[in-house]
T-cell receptor, first 111, second 116 residues
């Protein structure tokens, strides 16, 4: 499969725990994006990487959120001290501009 | 600020009839416009884009969209709907290609229901 992959597909955690999600982009794409989608809404931009450099972060990305893309390949999104409001689908996309190709998402449920 | 409006939460159409899913946008510069489709428990699948050139763009699965600059619209269309087209459709816009990337701003989505 040469598409964008995300792991895990589902994550259930208790409030206050830390969680980490992984995204593997399409191999030749050097641009990688994270979005968050809540029920009944369109995806909202969180952050963007060009190669290993994180070039923009949304105000939605509080200090409990951190994202990395070591060596410009896969990316991780970590949420510390999860809150119930963090429950959402977290989508990763990679791009050979201009269109972005999305992975299947990680659905996070915070109890 | 960039924004996208999809005025219909749901569109119902009979199989074989033409369908239209509406989208209007607001950007300060030249828009790049996109349509994506989302099936249950799946990520977003790219359908088509408008960057420049002909106002009518054709995409996957027989879908097309018409860019109208004066009305700031980018409506999605298909001449003959299929039951399998039933899904959630998202319109998205980015303001050109600033800084070498294009952060997408999405509408809230329109659920398309095609009835046999």
């Amino acid at each position: 499969d040469t598409g964008v992959s995300q792991d895990p597909r589902h994550k259930i955690t208790k409030r206050g725990q830390n969680v980490t999600f992984r995204c593997d982009p399409i191999s030749e794409h050097n641009r990688l994006y994270w979005y968050r989608q809540t029920l009944g809404q369109g995806p909202e931009f969180l952050t963007y990487f060009q190669n290993e450099a994180q070039l923009e972060k949304s105000r939605l990305l509080s200090d409990r959120f951190s994202a990395e893309r070591p060596k410009g390949s896969f990316s991780t999104l970590e949420i510390q001290r999860t809150e119930q409001g963090d429950s959402a689908m977290y989508l990763c996309a990679s791009s050979l501009p201009p269109e972005q190709f999305f992975g299947p998402g990680t659905r996070l449920t915070v109890l | 600020a960039q924004s996208v409006a999809q005025p219909e939460d749901q569109v119902n159409v009979a199989e074989g009839n033409p369908l239209t899913v509406k989208c209007t946008y607001s950007v300060s510069g030249n828009p790049y416009l996109f349509w994506y489709v989302q099936y249950p428990n799946r990520g977003l699948q790219f359908l088509l884009k408008y960057i420049t050139g002909d106002n009518l763009v054709k995409g996957s699965y027989g879908f097309e969209a018409e860019f109208n600059k004066s009305q700031t619209s980018f409506h999605l269309k298909k001449p003959s709907a299929l039951v399998s087209d039933s899904a959630l459709y998202f319109c998205a816009v980015s303001e050109g290609f600033s800084g070498g990337y294009n952060k997408l701003i999405f509408g809230a989505g329109t659920r398309l229901a095609v009835h046999p």
